[in-house]
């Protein structure tokens, strides 16, 4: 490490074209403005949770400094007292040519407000790495900051370099073993520049859109999807001037790096640094907490491995990937699988069986006990035949004899588990309730905004609400403490994503069908765009239009039902015309319809209506529709302008009485002169609808025959008129 | 091997008017005194792919060129012509050929192709790989003479829009995306990035119109896709499109002849869901998409679509414009003379008057006659041409029977046969039409000279 260290400062130090050396800095965010991590993170800051029995950021803070980097600006909002302390009381306080300083903020919510804080202090004075605190790698930075430099000192815009890392999504889950979400990117293969970034977030549809001039300009250009982005930046200074320029940058990927490549103004260009044998990795979310678990363990991130980074406290690697403290207590019946940690102080009962799993410290783990692919952290207490599979146990976590906890589960701090008590698959219980009011836009971390320390406020909480619990017998078996978080609808189906169990192969066959069902979608979209697109004849132009028709259908008739919910609301809670009035428009606004279609819409509500009110009879029903007609006869009005509008009505009618409302048919006459009579339709209306009809097919003069009647005496009506103007 | 070769060799190509008419058709127009057709029938020769089907639109432009083919490549080539109506496209030419096709693979090329790429190269990485449809992609040539452009101006503005898009798998072999023309932003499927892991978006390939085809596929295709008119515009898009959810292949018997990937045996979901989590390598990304999830006798199937990448020293080059034209007369003369095949006949020495200079790059036609102090540079002038004397032909072509008078200055121009220029023409960057007469003393620039249809 020592050596690794010495050659990169001096390479730094001897750059002859540097004459003002600044030493290597880093900026280290300390929150990751998510909530991925929770409840655990209710209570502690994600960079302070152990793995592999060390906080994720002693490996980020030592990865840093084997790279050479000389000034670290630590940034923390999310409990930032915890960290500042434990910062204090750490090593890193204290080391020789690396210095930590914590920048604290109490109301940042994004990556970008961080910068924009860090940028008021003017701390930074040249290139910095930019990485957050839960971050694991082994890479050597030497070359990654050459290529930036020398990039740089040709073109003065080259101000960032990402590091990414060869990874191919599943092809089944489409996400990476780290359970981000896949990732599409275009690289210049020469240059390397980074042209287009794509991540999950605007996943929509089944195609990437490449701009042209992107093409054009490129001759050539790779499509990557099997890259994975660390998430270590090597930035220039204008970065941080660049948030501040743009105050709308929150996320450093979804704002920052596509707004620069969007931006062809001001022509900042990122570049990529791949990275092929050492090991880069940020903990996103349960997923990678346990697939970089799992790679530290295998020792993928050597030198930072557990016993190499805490030295004093002997930890020793036995065969098959198993790491044993010094002074565990074992049983000599208990069995322990590979790829195990057990740490200090830890007791294990008899014929306990662990594998895959990591232990911490001063645990006491009862007999018969099994343990698979789980994390248990500090001073949990396991009784006599517990079962645990790919779990997450916070500290002082106890289960009492016989619990079983299901794949997926989080016990945050202190729960305790009843006795036989099964928590349910990829449940997260906590002794903190879930808070009420979920955004789901919401990228705060649960701001600590008393200033009280997490772990104070979980004793208060503790205190405040286990009488309750153990009143109602708990949610977590007799004598259990704690809540299970409710998941919210539509979350649940991608709980198993990012959790920490493995995904059940049921879920991967739905996948697989699933995708070719979506497939087959896919390949006919393609055909009829192409379809369309490339033969440019009139013949196949069809099939594009129908679509066209297919959606604006699909449009009117959830705008009809808006419309009907609307109409029936104000039916029921007696609003006033003119608020109905009001709403049908706010509708048609945003449906984008014409009024015609609203005329149609209404008309088939309020007659819907009167067929639903009980009625015996026609004329019962008739007398419904009367009634209805002539209360809302305004709102109605208010949407017939001229005479198509009315003539829109009369076929909405008839429409209805062959379709939807057959009751109707009998009434057809009735209604029509009923609507005469309110002065809704004008005789004018009715008698070009009567024209118009006159040359149809004899099926649709049904309802023409049917009021024959009526309309022979508007027309005479309209000829005594006539006459009398005479 | 067996292999069918379809060439598409036009007929009376509208972008090349007036170098083309009834009596010429495009097919034989000559490149350095050679018809164009015998550039790619000579390729096909040397690569031993002897059965050929030369398509040409027009009953009579089918049998002008029959008779030259037969003239010329009798006991060599083994050769039918078939006449198709014009205005089909070239799927539409294929599709009325298709009763004809019997082999197992059908190489289908443009007439106008000159190139020295060779055909053999394409047929053996279709067979290699096993591939529904191979295409050749060669490197865009450089368009236009170093000096006179304004002829061709208007071309190269339009060639400059249209270019190809091409993704290519990370080993170059297979295409996995292609595009002409875009106006718009490309679109790439993400589901073929799923498959591949990265693709490689070039802009600086051309397809040249050179495919190899399995016969099945290909007539599957233009049964079913009845509107397809053109093979790169829908064809191959449509081929490639659809390359992971094969539905040209979806109606035949699963045990047909040409099982185009790995037929997989029934796997249950255990063993399949095992061998993706282990991330065990298929042979290609296609093997992924091949097998059937539920372990069921499999219909789905996917084909490969492959290209062959010609090098980027290699010539190739469609004449499919006269911008076009001339640069090929120019560059086979030139740089690429290798093209020029031995049936090329150069015939007794021209009798050339005294003080005329012949530059480097020139091909003179047998019979020709010129007449004193006259310069020619890097031109080609045709069989039995009378030249006059002080007659100046640079950067030209002149066909077959053209008589030119005294003090003529010919630059960047193509002279078609028989036509008569008078003393003192001068040409500028024109194209004069088969059997036009340019009267004694006109300057022309720029234009396209020809007689009225009749």
């Known amino acids: 490490m020592g050596a690794q260290k010495k050659g990169a400062t001096a390479r730094v130090s001897e750059d002859p074209e540097e004459l003002a050396r600044h030493p290597l800095q880093a900026i280290l965010l300390a929150d990751s403005f998510t909530t991925k991590f929770r409840p655990i993170t209710l209570e502690r800051p994600k960079v302070l949770l152990p793995l592999v029995n060390i906080p994720m950021i002693n490996y980020t803070l030592a990865w840093l400094e084997s790279a050479g980097v000389e000034e670290v600006f630590v940034f923390c909002c999310a409990h930032s007292k915890q960290v500042i302390d434990y910062l204090e009381s750490s090593e890193w306080s204290s080391q020789p040519n690396f210095s930590v300083t914590t920048i604290e903020s109490h109301n940042s919510i994004s990556a970008g407000d961080a910068l924009r804080l860090i940028y008021e202090r003017n701390v930074i004075h040249g290139d910095f790495v930019l990485i957050s605190g839960d971050t694991v790698s082994n890479m050597s930075l030497t070359q990654a900051l050459q290529e930036h430099k020398d990039r740089r000192k040709k073109d003065a815009n080259a101000i960032m370099t990402m590091v990414v890392k060869q990874s191919k999504p599943s092809p089944i889950t489409q996400q990476s073993r780290l359970g981000t979400d896949e990732l599409f990117m275009a690289i210049n293969p020469v240059t390397k520049q980074l042209l287009y970034y794509e991540d999950k977030a605007e996943y929509s549809k089944g195609f990437i859109s490449l701009d042209k001039t992107l093409i054009a300009d490129n001759p050539s250009v790779i499509l990557h999807n099997d890259k994975q982005d660390c998430y270590i930046d090597i930035c220039s200074q204008e970065v941080l001037s660049l948030f501040t320029d743009n105050f709308d940058y929150q996320h450093l990927r979804r704002h920052f790096v596509k707004g620069l490549l969007v931006d062809d103004i001001m022509g900042y260009k990122i570049f990529t640094h791949e990275i092929h044998s050492s090991y880069a990795a940020r903990i996103d979310n349960f997923r990678s907490y346990d697939t970089i678990s799992k790679d530290i363990i295998q020792r993928w991130t050597y030198p930072f491995v557990p016993d190499v980074l805490c030295g004093s406290s002997a930890i020793k690697v036995e065969r098959q990937g198993t790491y044993r403290a010094s002074d565990v207590t074992l049983s000599r019946s208990a069995q322990f699988g590979s ?159 990012h959790s920490v169990a493995p995904i059940p192969t049921d879920k991967l066959v739905k996948l697989m069908l699933d995708k070719d069902e979506d497939e087959e979608l896919l390949t006919q979209d393609g055909n009829v765009i192409s379809a369309s697109r490339e033969l440019k004849t009139d013949s196949d132009g069809n099939g594009s239009e129908d679509d066209g028709n297919e959606d604006s259908r699909d449009d009117y008739v959830s705008f009809e039902k808006e419309v009907e919910a609307t109409f029936l609301r104000a039916v029921h809670e007696n609003v006033k015309v003119d608020l109905a009035v009001l709403e049908v428009n706010a509708l048609r606004l945003s449906y984008n319809m014409a009024s015609v279609d609203c005329g149609g819409a209404i008309f088939y509500s309020m007659m819907k209506l009167a067929v639903e009110s009980p009625h015996n009879s026609a004329s019962e029903l008739h007398r419904n529709a009367a009634d209805i007609v002539t209360t809302w006869q305004k709102l109605l009005k208010s949407f017939l302008h001229d005479i198509d509008e009315e003539i829109e009505v009369i076929l909405k009618f008839e429409e209805m009485c062959l379709e939807s409302a057959k009751e109707f048919a009998a009434l057809f006459p009735q209604i029509l002169h009923l609507l005469y009579d309110k002065e809704i339709l004008q005789e004018d209306a009715i008698l070009r609808w009567a024209d118009e009809k006159e040359g149809a097919d004899e099926s649709d003069k049904v309802f023409l025959k049917r009021s024959e009647k009526f309309i022979q005496w508007l027309r005479e009506a309209e000829e005594e008129e006539d006459d009398e103007d005479e | 091997m067996d292999f069918q070769v379809v060439v598409l060799a036009g007929g009376n190509s509208k972008n090349l008017t ?324 031995p049936n090329n006949i150069i015939g007794p020495s021209p009798k050339l008057g005294t003080k005329t200079t012949v530059g480097p790059n020139c091909r003179l036609g047998e019979g020709s006659e010129m007449g004193d102090k006259c310069q020619v540079k890097r031109s080609i002038i045709g069989r039995h041409c009378r030249i006059g004397s002080h007659v100046k032909v640079v950067n030209s072509v002149v066909m077959n029977h053209v008589t030119i008078g005294d003090g003529c200055i010919i630059q960047g121009s193509v002279i078609c046969s028989n036509v008569q220029l008078q003393e003192r023409v001068e040409l500028k960057d024109c194209q004069v039409g088969a059997g036009f007469v340019v009267t004694a003393g006109s300057e022309y620039k720029a234009e396209s000279l020809a007689k009225k249809e009749k």
């Open chain 1, 339 to 497: 790829f195990t940690f057990i740490g200090q102080g830890t007791k294990i009962g008899n014929d306990t069986k662990i594998s895959h799993s990591v232990i911490g410290e001063r645990c006491t783990i009862g007999s018969n006990v099994t343990i698979e692919g789980s994390y248990i952290w500090n001073n949990v207490t396991i009784e006599d035949g517990c079962q645990l599979r790919n779990a997450i146990v916070c500290d002082g976590v106890i289960l009492k004899s016989g619990a079983v906890l299901q794949p997926g589960v989080i016990l945050s701090f202190k729960v305790v588990v009843g006795q036989q008590f099964v928590v349910p698959a990829y449940s997260k219980v906590s002794l903190l309730q879930q808070p009420t009011q979920q955004d789901s836009d919401e990228e705060l971390e649960y701001a600590d905004s008393t200033s009280g320390t997490g772990e104070l406020r979980s004793d208060k909480l503790n205190g405040d609400i286990a009488p309750d619990l153990s009143e109602t017998a708990s949610e977590l078996g007799t004598g259990g403490v704690g809540y299970i978080w409710t998941v919210f609808e539509g979350a649940y189906d991608e709980e198993w994503r």
């Open chain 2, 18 to 341: 007036p170098l083309v008419s009834k009596e010429l058709p495009k097919p034989l127009l000559p490149v350095a005194n050679c018809p164009v057709l015998n550039y790619v029938l000579h390729q096909l020769e040397q690569s031993n792919l002897k059965d050929l089907i030369v398509v040409v639109e027009g009953e009579d432009a089918a049998l002008l060129v029959g008779a030259w083919i037969s003239g010329t490549f009798i006991d060599r080539l083994h050769v039918e012509i078939a006449a198709v109506p014009e205005d089909i496209g070239t799927a539409g030419a294929l599709r009325a050929i298709s009763h004809h096709l019997t082999a197992k693979d059908i190489l289908v090329v443009s007439g106008d192709l000159v190139s020295d790429v060779p055909p053999g190269a394409l047929a053996a990485t279709h067979r290699r790989h096993d591939a529904a449809v191979t295409t050749m992609l060669c490197s865009i040539p450089v368009s236009g003479p170093l000096e006179s452009g304004s002829s061709g101006g208007k071309d190269k503005a339009k060639k400059l829009g249209r270019y190809n898009i091409i993704g290519l798998d990370p080993s170059k072999q297979f295409l996995l995306h292609i595009a002409t023309e875009i106006e718009k932003d490309a679109r790439i499927s993400k589901r073929i990035l799923h498959a591949v892991g990265q693709m490689e978006m070039r802009s600086d390939l051309m397809d040249a119109h050179m495919y190899a085809f399995k016969r099945s596929v290909l007539q599957e295709v233009l049964d079913v896709k009845d509107t397809f008119q053109s093979l790169k515009e829908d064809v191959l898009p449509y081929l490639v499109r659809s390359q992971l959810k094969s539905e040209a292949l979806l109606n035949r018997t699963p045990q047909g002849e040409e099982n185009s990937t790995e037929k997989v045996s029934s796997q249950n979901n255990q063993a399949f869901i095992s061998r993706i989590l282990a991330n065990a390598s298929t042979p290609s990304f296609h093997g992924i998409y091949s097998e059937n999830p539920d372990g069921s006798s499999s219909t789905r199937k996917t084909h490969k679509c492959c290209v062959y990448i010609a090098s980027s020293s290699s010539y190739c080059v469609r004449l499919n414009s006269i911008q076009a034209f001339m640069d090929i007369n120019r560059d086979v003369t030139g740089d690429a003379d290798h093209l020029l095949s």
